[in-house]
């Protein structure tokens, strides 16, 4: 659409400011800025009034600016591994720390960093230095990178962890008792009078798909189940690695009765796999996963897992990290849960 008078496009309207915020507010400039930094010495009235103008004026703080003045930075940053970046687990994760940000005043930035990189520690230093980050969250295998590590800590730069697997020094970790929960999901299978088991574990790189298979191994051994090399596949968390894994057990002469998988992915993969077989769930092979994904209750069967806490794990990494240093903080570990669904049940007689 064209001005009638010249001619011209008209001008796009100027995004508010903070005088247009504090003017409509009746307020100070140093009050907005107050506000918007979560400070105290404003009273709740004021407070509210002026919240509610910047909404009316869907007013955007500068953060380069708002973080020279307050002299914190607003930059939270979330680092994966490339291969990682497209797993449910990552978006759940990078979605939960999304929804604190907007919540807090804070902006996200993803990055993909390759564990197998020579150049990390150059990576690291340009990012730090043009985004001035806040603090970064690290995802599995990254959790357990010495290079990364070091490279964020010479920088200053705070740190949490997600499922590492050795503490340390000054970084905070956040995960759950992997070999616990895996330890009780397989208990649950045995259970049912399961005692064919196929397990498809992690990715070897990843601490908690180790922590996994060492849980899944615990409760088979302490069931006087014997250990079989051939029940065991490795996967890398995809859908299709938990096809090409189930059907390397369903096509064994003595299957699995049971398929536990380390992640919901390829617990969907195995679930496919089946068909192919002919066989029916749980009548035939009971399958379970791991997370609590979306799509583990909208399957049919839907899928008996354990719920992972993620989107609070996500919260509690983002809390930690805008609170680094205001008094020290541990180790958070979460509760998980299983969730019993259609996908198990008693093994065939026959």
Request: proline residues 7%; neutral net charge; aromatic residues 6%.
């Amino acid at each position: 659409m064209r001005d009638p008078l010249n001619g011209s496009p008209p001008e796009a309207p100027k995004p508010a400011t903070i005088y247009d915020v504090a003017e409509r507010a009746n307020v100070s400039i140093k009050t907005v800025s107050k506000v918007i930094n979560n400070l105290p010495e404003v009273s709740r009235l004021t407070r509210s009034r002026v919240q509610a103008v910047i909404e009316e004026l869907s007013y955007r703080p500068n953060q380069l600016a708002r973080g020279l003045a307050s002299q914190r930075s607003f930059m939270v940053g979330l680092f994966c591994d490339a291969p990682a970046a497209g797993s449910g687990y990552i978006a759940r994760i990078q979605m939960a720390i999304l929804t604190m940000c907007q919540k807090e005043g804070y902006h996200l930035i993803v990055e993909c960093i390759h564990a197998t990189n020579q150049n990390i520690a150059q990576q690291v230093h340009a990012l730090v230095a043009q985004s001035k980050l806040a603090g970064v969250v690290l995802t599995p295998p990254l959790s357990d990178l010495p290079t990364l590590i070091d490279a964020l800590k010479a920088t200053g730069t705070p740190i949490v962890r997600f499922s590492p697997e050795a503490a340390v020094p000054d970084v905070i970790d956040v995960d759950i008792d992997n070999c616990q929960a895996a330890y009780d999901i397989t208990k649950y299978l045995i259970g049912l009078g399961h005692r064919r088991i196929g397990f498809i574990r992690g990715p070897l790189e990843h601490a908690d798909a180790r922590a996994r298979y060492e849980g899944y191994c615990r409760a088979i051994a302490e069931a006087d189940i014997p250990f079989l090399d051939e029940y065991c596949q490795t996967g890398n968390y995809t859908y299709r690695a938990g096809m090409l894994a189930g059907e390397k057990l369903l096509t064994l002469k003595d299957r699995p009765t049971a398929i536990f998988a380390s992640n919901d992915d390829m617990a969907s993969g195995v679930m496919a796999s089946s068909i192919r077989y002919n066989l029916r769930l749980p009548q035939d092979l009971s399958v379970a996963g791991f997370d609590d994904a979306i799509f583990a209750h909208a399957m049919y069967p839907r899928l008996t897992t354990c719920r992972q806490p993620i989107a609070d794990m996500a919260e509690a990494a983002f809390l930690a990290l805008i609170h680094h240093g205001d008094k020290p903080i541990g180790p958070l570990t979460l509760p998980h849960k299983i969730i019993v669904r259609g996908s198990t049940a008693r093994p065939p007689t026959a």
